[in-house]
Nanobody, 116 residues
C-alpha cells in the first residue's frame, strides 16, 4: 500500500486549501482513513478521521472549518480546509489503518503554511 498526498502550499489566513491522498493497493474500502499534522520536533496529532463506514470525527481546533471525505471508487481521501489560521501551519500526513490487520500506512506528508 502506498499513499500519495498532495495539495499543500502557502495561503493567507482566512484562505482555503484542499488536500488529497490517493492510495494504491486493495485495502482502501476496508480501511479507516485519517489526516494528521505535525510540527518539527512535535508529536503527530490527529486532525480528522473517516472510518470505513463513513463515521467522521475532528480534532477540536479544526471542527467547523475542515471537512474530511472519501471516495472509495477513486481510493482517495480529501481534507477540505477553510478559514485557515496561522496555527494550522504544519506538515500534513494522510494515513490508512487496515481494519483487518490493524496496520497503519502513511503518506509522505505535504506542507501547509498559513501566513498572517
Amino acid at each position: 500500500v502506498q499513499l500519495q498526498a498532495s495539495g499543500g502550499g502557502l495561503v493567507q489566513a482566512g484562505g482555503s486549501l484542499r488536500l488529497s491522498c490517493v492510495a494504491s493497493g486493495s485495502i482502501f474500502d476496508n480501511a479507516d482513513a485519517s489526516w494528521y499534522r505535525q510540527l518539527p520536533g512535535k508529536q503527530r496529532d490527529l486532525v480528522a478521521l473517516i472510518t470505513r463506514y463513513g463515521v467522521i470525527d475532528y480534532a477540536s481546533p479544526v471542527r467547523g472549518r475542515f471537512t474530511i471525505s472519501r471516495d472509495n471508487a477513486k481510493k482517495t481521501v480529501i481534507l477540505q480546509m477553510n478559514s485557515l489560521k496561522p496555527e494550522d501551519t504544519a506538515t500534513y500526513f494522510c494515513a490508512l489503518r487496515s481494519t483487518a490487520s490493524g496496520r497503519t500506512y502513511w503518506g509522505q506528508g505535504t506542507q501547509v503554511t498559513v501566513s498572517s
